[in-house]
């Protein structure tokens, strides 16, 4: 494999592996059968025994680094690094603080192309392995897919979690993680943070929403479990997210402190159902929520920080003894009660394991390694960490097998057979809410000419995009002859007088909605549309909420992501190339009213009997 720093396009020999993990892999070796065989513990606490307490420390840190090579970064990623960091590239950030786990954004330019991924991905084991007593990194990425992805296309892209709810497969779900994990494998990343194991209950929740399975807590259990299993089936660590659950709140932990008022007994109920189904499915690793739990901690501090939520609940009630990992330490919902100096310690003396991307890894680094050395920590407790951090590395086969094989990648990511599974996965998903009068399907004959109006909210990563350009494209290539006109999120008053009147032309509309309020101009984009007489066709692209907020409607369909696989399914749908077979995975309830539900949950339209389910 290239490498950036030294010109050779040799990849590093399964010898030079086994040497920089200094003979350990033949005693570390597990079954191929992914999780058949656990890891011999004597020898793993050998090998920690053999390590300074600075690489210790660096074990349990997950950590950013901008660029798309370990080792020749451009310019601005180099600076970038300078910066936030205080190296230059990922290499010196292991050589510096030792880190053990590496996580990719796109945002942070690591993930341009499958086959760059995997030399970048190479680059971060060949600088971990070659130092003295060197150790595969865990690399992790968020690739739930649906609103958030980090690989984007040619990697196959698959619905998001609320469209699979929607689909109620078990057998989708695992084929999900199977097929995503095998292509994140290839591209050398072996942790991804997904599934959510999130209810979601409150339709005003600003952070989770589409990423929740759904509403039913048993249906986002069975999910979970399925998508844990098709991951372990690639060989790569799934991650349960966020505990004690994340589901119903109304504030985003990114830039606030939620407060979760379940009682106890609701929290059995509902969020505890997914991780528990999580855990007796194997579950790799399990991340931490930033929100205040009452019920469960009255302390105040976050479930991050909580003893008694992290160790008492989580390990002891629930019997879960894998790895741990917090939700991002940059976040406000952690940072807003203590400094960034205490955050890593007192969640590590709550009972976590890995400490993902601290705003400063200086900072929490020096931190943990003062607390250490000040008697606040013991080091036999960093032990207990890191002795679960190596079993997952023993158990993904990183000690014998760390780096991605060129070859792999070109036969595994992004095949056609993968995205056809994600077309056919997609179209079990979109769901009909409403179809007055027969207004579905439309025909080619009688509305050929199509305008696609409305919200072009920024495309997740690696899709085509504009969703209102994605949809017309489908269905141009359908047969009808389709136009873009995108009007936004907040269509202005010239915005919707040039739609209405470009309306006159079609012989229908189609209205990508997303997030629709009382108070939106969307709603009077679709009124005044609808006042021209023509067929519209609302496509909720987001919540499938929207709905509630559109009575006069004649024909709804939830997509419940913009992603290009869900546009171009909800498009056939349209056309009728296939008949709607999602069911709402969540309630939708009245907007005048929202103690009375509008859409069960189950409720769904298809072409054939209308009524699919108990509505």
């Given amino acids: 494999m290239h490498d950036t720093s030294t010109g050779s396009t040799a990849r590093p020999s399964r010898r030079a592996v086994l040497a920089a993990t200094a003979g350990l892999t033949a005693a570390l070796t597990v079954s191929t059968t992914a999780r058949a065989a656990t890891p011999d513990d004597r020898r793993l606490r050998a090998l920690i025994s053999r390590m300074t307490l600075e690489e210790k420390v660096g074990q349990l840190f997950v950590m950013r680094v901008y660029g798309h090579s370990a080792t020749a970064p451009d310019q601005a990623d180099v600076d970038a690094n300078l910066s936030e960091i205080g190296v230059r590239t990922a290499a010196e950030l292991i050589e510096k603080y030792h880190i053990g786990g590496i996580i990719y954004f796109t945002w942070a330019h690591n993930t341009r192309d499958p086959q760059q991924i995997a030399d970048l991905s190479n680059g971060i084991q060949r600088a971990s392995l070659g130092r003295p007593r060197g150790l595969p990194v865990l690399v992790a990425t968020d690739q739930e897919h649906g609103a958030v992805c980090r690989v984007g296309a040619p990697a196959t892209l698959f619905p998001g979690a609320m469209a699979i709810g929607a689909g109620g497969s078990r057998s989708d779900a695992r084929e999900l993680g199977r097929i995503s994990g095998a292509e994140l494998r290839a591209m050398g990343i072996n942790q991804d943070y997904s599934p959510d194991a999130d209810v979601n209950v409150n339709p005003a929740n600003p952070v989770i929403g589409v990423r929740s399975f759904g509403a039913d807590p048993d249906a986002v259990a069975d999910l979970v479990a399925a998508e844990v299993k098709g991951y372990q089936a690639s060989r790569v660590a799934a991650t349960a997210k966020h505990f004690p659950g994340h589901g119903?709140?109304?504030?985003?932990?990114?830039?606030?402190?939620?407060?979760?008022?379940?009682?106890?007994?609701?929290?059995?109920?509902?969020?505890?159902?997914?991780?528990?189904?999580?855990?007796?499915?194997?579950?790799?690793?399990?991340?931490?929520?930033?929100?205040?739990?009452?019920?469960?901690?009255?302390s105040g501090d976050p479930a991050t920080l909580s003893r008694p939520i992290l160790t008492g609940i989580l390990r002891e009630e629930l019997g879960y003894d894998g790895v741990v990992i917090t939700d991002s330490l940059g976040m406000q919902g952690v940072r807003s009660k203590y400094g960034d100096d205490r955050v890593?310690?007192?969640?590590?003396?709550?009972?976590?394991?890995?400490?993902?991307?601290?705003?400063?890894?200086?900072?929490?680094?020096?931190?943990?390694?003062?607390?250490?050395?000040?008697?606040?920590?013991?080091?036999?407790?960093?032990?207990?960490?890191?002795?679960?951090?190596?079993?997952?590395?023993?158990?993904?086969?990183?000690?014998?097998?760390?780096?991605?094989?060129?070859?792999?990648?070109?036969?595994?990511?992004?095949?056609?057979?993968?995205?056809?599974?994600?077309?056919?996965?997609?179209?079990?998903?979109?769901?009909?809410?409403?179809?007055?009068?027969?207004?579905?399907?439309?025909?080619?004959?009688?509305?050929?000419?199509?305008?696609?109006?409305?919200?072009?909210?920024?495309?997740?990563?690696?899709?085509?995009?504009?969703?209102?350009?994605?949809?017309?494209?489908?269905?141009?290539?359908?047969?009808?002859?389709?136009?873009?006109?995108?009007?936004?999120?907040?269509?202005?008053?010239?915005?919707?007088?040039?739609?209405?009147?470009?309306?006159?032309?079609?012989?229908?509309?189609?209205?990508?909605?997303?997030?629709?309020?009382?108070?939106?101009?969307?709603?009077?984009?679709?009124?005044?549309?609808?006042?021209?007489?023509?067929?519209?066709?609302?496509?909720?692209?987001?919540?499938?909420?929207?709905?509630?907020?559109?009575?006069?409607?004649?024909?709804?369909?939830?997509?419940?992501?913009?992603?290009?696989?869900?546009?171009?399914?909800?498009?056939?749908?349209?056309?009728?190339?296939?008949?709607?077979?999602?069911?709402?995975?969540?309630?939708?309830?009245?907007?005048?009213?929202?103690?009375?539900?509008?859409?069960?949950?189950?409720?769904?339209?298809?072409?054939?009997?209308?009524?699919?389910?108990?509505?």
């Fill in 248 to 298: 119903d709140t109304a504030v985003d932990s990114h830039y606030g402190f939620p407060v979760i008022t379940h009682s106890r007994e609701l929290w059995e109920k509902l969020d505890a159902v997914p991780f528990r189904a999580a855990i007796r499915a194997g579950i790799d690793s399990i991340m931490t929520a930033h929100i205040q739990f009452p019920a469960l901690d009255d």
């Fill in 344 to 615: 890593p310690v007192l969640a590590l003396k709550a009972g976590v394991d890995q400490l993902l991307n601290p705003p400063s890894v200086d900072v929490a680094w020096h931190a943990v390694l003062t607390a250490v050395q000040e008697g606040e920590l013991t080091e036999s407790r960093l032990d207990e960490s890191i002795l679960r951090i190596l079993r997952l590395k023993a158990r993904l086969g990183l000690f014998g097998h760390a780096y991605a094989e060129p070859a792999r990648v070109e036969r595994v990511v992004g095949t056609r057979a993968h995205r056809a599974a994600a077309d056919k996965m997609a179209e079990r998903t979109t769901t009909l809410l409403v179809n007055e009068d027969d207004l579905l399907p439309l025909g080619r004959r009688a509305e050929r000419r199509i305008l696609v109006v409305g919200a072009d909210p920024a495309s997740p990563t690696g899709t085509t995009g504009p969703p209102t350009g994605v949809l017309a494209a489908a269905l141009t290539e359908l047969g009808f002859t389709a136009t873009a006109l995108p009007t936004g999120t907040s269509p202005s008053e010239a915005a919707i007088t040039r739609a209405v009147t470009v309306a006159g032309d079609a012989d229908a509309v189609v209205v990508a909605t997303y997030n629709v309020t009382a108070g939106s101009a969307q709603r009077t984009l679709v009124e005044r549309l609808l006042a021209t007489g023509r067929p519209v066709v609302a496509v909720a692209v987001r919540n499938p909420y929207d709905i509630a907020q559109l009575p006069t409607v004649k024909a709804c369909l939830a997509a419940y992501c913009w992603t290009d696989v869900e546009l171009r399914a909800a498009a056939r749908v349209i056309a009728g190339r296939v008949s709607p077979r999602g069911r709402l995975p969540v309630p939708v309830q009245r907007a005048d009213d929202p103690e009375r539900v509008l859409y069960p949950v189950g409720h769904g339209l298809s072409y054939e009997s209308h009524i699919v389910s108990g509505a």
